[in-house]
């Protein structure tokens, strides 16, 4: 081919690309341009002749222009294509991807310079875009990773490669679900679905590192869609949040176990969250309720002007607050109230700790009573510590020992006022308080002037509430006077139970001898009916009779008498027989008595295995079941019944009956000497008088019950029981 048409041929070419051709000098002059340059400059190929192709770059980048320019008319080749900020004609700045060539002749020598480009401002500005975005996911807390809709990991930033312990280039291509526990799995379906219908996705779950050790995160889910709009994966952000809801639940469980009242209100007074309730209510009662809604309106009102006196000043303030349950009951607490600022600074809510002082407040209110009755109180009341210095002397002290308060406080207790010949009992005592014992015992105390005095000393141990012993507390009582009396009350029953033997003994000798002359009477009125037969007229006969019956009468009651001074004067019961003897020997005794009046005696089975005094027990048995015998309601059929039961000091015999009964005022009298039942039976009314003693001698006691006249009788026997 000709030269001309293979340049016409060439021109043509670089007329029809797209990209702009420049063509220069050797001396950086433009030679050439074709039609996209001139669009690219936006300036005619007439407007660019001749200028430096350095022009034509912005001002940062013409410096650099020069240099390649002188490169290439030095032969150099420039490989790789060039990315340069050029300048159009109306000023504005664009990023063009640039190709430099020297231009050769045919002999290879350099004759100018080739400059080939395109505007690539989009791509710059994209490639700098997702450099900036790469930075901020190279730096982001958060582990941010991609998955295709299979739930396949495509993209693993590095901040997932330090929480995770994975590199990216091993867990890329791996199901994403590995990085979560095994029962927290969502699957790949699920996820998108759930993505699909909400948009973006947030959630809690527990995830697992390469090592299997687990921790809580929180995952945020957006989907990727392609133009069409369709999704084609996720990205997913991943916060490790363990340490903050560990701090959580530490702190919620500390608000939950603090002995205040916590809460949190909005700005109107409304309780946002507590820890607890207020007064008698429960913390679900208390939320998003106005304390006016659930306090007195006193209470409410003077509440809310300590809130408000709160936002105004801007800081914590601490108020007492008192104010009576629903139920009656007295609270009162301290309130430290103090704003919580939102992020403009401004207060957004108000905090509330409350502390209940109501047991403190009565406590000190029993303290103040306490103190009041120790400083009133006419006994000495003294507290030791641990050392056994005295700690506290009170008014009563003072006077009792004749020493002041500032005297005795720090001295040692046991010098001070026990008595030395009695230190080392004192310190045995002190012992027994020591290990938790309160005592009383009486002891002699030494006042200040020397001088002793017989005191009652109550002793108790001072304790902490965990236990520890930190000293302890004694009661002096001044028992001067008591003693007297008490000698004087034990001389004066000394002296009763003297008279009272004499007594005795004066009885039983007295009956003794009034046996005989009454004896003589009975046989000599005996004797004169029988030998004067028919010649006594019946007036005479009666009076003698009378003085028979009389005589035997008296006999009777002086017999009584004799038993009973015997049973005053008698030793210590003989045998001892298990219960069952005794019974049985008071019954059988009564055997012809209880055929005679038809009378029906039972006893209850089995009887306690305890012994008692087989004599007392069977002759206290024998008079009050013949006495339940003798006093019957006409017309009905006796019966007693018998019943034993034993405790652990003694044993009780019950005899029931359905006799005549016994009036509020009988159940004591019949116990009484010569005393007997509302009834006409024969008797010397000494019988119960006799048992009562018998069984008090032996350190019982015989009582009698009865619902009233016509209704029975219970009588109780109680004997000490030996096993």
């Known amino acids: 081919m000709a030269e001309p048409a293979l340049t016409t041929m060439l021109a043509a070419v670089a007329a029809s690309v797209p990209d702009a051709v420049v063509v220069s000098g050797l001396d950086g002059c433009v030679r050439y341009v074709n039609p996209a340059a001139e669009r690219l400059f936006g300036s005619a190929a007439a407007e660019l002749a001749g200028r430096h192709v350095s022009e034509l770059s ?83 807390a958060e582990a941010i990773l991609g998955v295709d809709v299979d739930g396949t990991i495509l993209f693993f930033s590095p901040s997932a490669e330090r929480l995770f312990g994975w590199p990216a280039e091993e867990i890329v291509g791996r199901s994403g679900d590995e990085l979560v526990v095994p029962e927290h799995r969502l699957g790949a379906e699920a996820l998108f679905a759930a993505v699909a219908a909400k948009g973006i996705l947030r959630r809690g779950t527990v995830a697992q590192r390469r090592d299997g050790t687990r921790f809580e995160v929180e995952v945020s889910t957006a ?123 401004q207060p957004e809510a108000i905090g509330v ?63 001070l006022v026990v008595p030395e010949d009695e230190r080392a009992l004192f310190e045995s005592q002190l012992a027994e308080v020591h290990r938790g014992r309160t005592l009383t015992v009486r002891s002699s105390r030494l006042r200040h002037d020397g001088s002793h005095f017989p005191a009652q000393v109550s002793m108790a141990p001072l304790t902490l509430l965990d236990g520890h012993w930190r000293g302890s507390l004694a009661l002096i009582r001044d028992i001067t006077d008591l003693d007297a009396a008490e000698r004087t009350l034990e001389e004066r029953a000394a002296q009763l139970e003297r008279s009272n033997a004499e007594l005795e003994r004066f009885a039983y000798a007295a009956s003794h001898d009034l046996q005989e002359p009454l004896q003589s009477i009975q046989l000599s009125a005996g004797a004169l009916i029988a030998t004067t037969g028919e010649r006594l007229e019946p007036d005479e006969r009666e009076l003698m009779t009378h003085i028979d019956a009389a005589a035997s009468r008296l006999s009777g009651q002086i017999r009584s008498l004799m038993q009973v001074a015997r049973v005053a004067l008698g030793g210590a019961p003989a045998e001892r027989v298990p219960v069952a003897v005794a019974v049985r020997d008071a019954v059988d005794a009564l055997r012809a008595a209880a055929a005679e009046a038809s009378a029906e005696v039972v006893v209850h089975e089995p009887l306690p295995e305890v012994l008692v005094p087989r004599t007392e027990v069977a002759l206290v048995l024998q008079n009050v079941i013949a006495n339940a015998i003798k006093y019957r309601r006409p017309d009905v059929v006796p019966r007693v019944e018998v019943v034993a039961t034993v405790t652990a000091e003694d044993v009780e015999i019950r005899v029931a009956d359905n006799g005549v009964g016994l009036t509020a005022e009988d159940l004591e009298r019949v116990f009484g000497l010569f005393e007997r039942g509302p009834t006409a039976a024969e008797g010397t009314g000494m019988g119960l008088a006799v048992a009562r003693r018998m069984l008090e001698r032996l350190g019982g006691r015989l009582e009698a019950a009865s619902p009233g006249p016509g209704r029975g009788s219970v009588f109780s026997l109680r004997v000490p029981a030996a096993r």
């Open 58 to 140: 912005s001002p940062p980048e013409r410096e650099r222009s020069r240099e390649l320019a002188t490169r290439l008319a030095a032969g150099e080749r420039v490989p790789e294509p060039a990315v340069m900020e050029l300048l159009r004609r109306d000023g504005s700045v664009f990023s063009a991807e640039v190709t430099l060539s020297p231009l050769m002749d045919d002999d290879g020598v350099v004759t100018g310079i080739v400059a080939v480009g395109r505007d690539v401002s989009d791509r710059v500005r994209a490639e700098a875009q997702a450099a900036r975005l790469r930075a901020i996911v190279d730096a982001a």
């Open 223 to 345: 989907p990727i869609r392609d133009p069409s709009g369709t999704i084609t994966g996720a990205a997913m952000t991943v916060l490790d949040v363990s340490d903050r809801l560990r701090a959580q639940r530490l702190l919620d469980r500390i608000i939950e176990h603090a002995p205040n009242s916590i809460a949190l209100k909005d700005l109107e007074g409304r309780y946002l969250l507590t820890n607890r309730g207020g007064g008698d209510r429960t913390p679900e009662e208390m939320i998003g309720r106005l304390d006016s809604e659930m306090f007195p309106a006193d209470v409410a009102a003077l509440s809310r002007a300590q809130e408000r006196e709160v936002l105004a000043a801007g800081v914590p303030m601490t108020f007492s607050l008192d104010f009576t349950g629903p139920s009656g009951r007295d609270y009162a607490f301290v309130v430290t109230r103090f704003p919580l600022p939102g992020p403009d600074g």
């Open 353 to 415: 700790i409350a502390s209940d002082v109501s047991e403190l407040r009565r406590a000190e209110a029993d303290q103040a009573q306490l103190a009041a009755l120790v400083q009133a109180a006419p006994d000495a009341i003294v507290a030791r510590d641990e050392e056994g210095r005295i700690a506290t002397w009170n008014p009563g002290a003072e006077a009792m020992f004749g020493l002041r308060a500032e005297e005795a406080i720090g001295r040692s207790y046991a010098e």
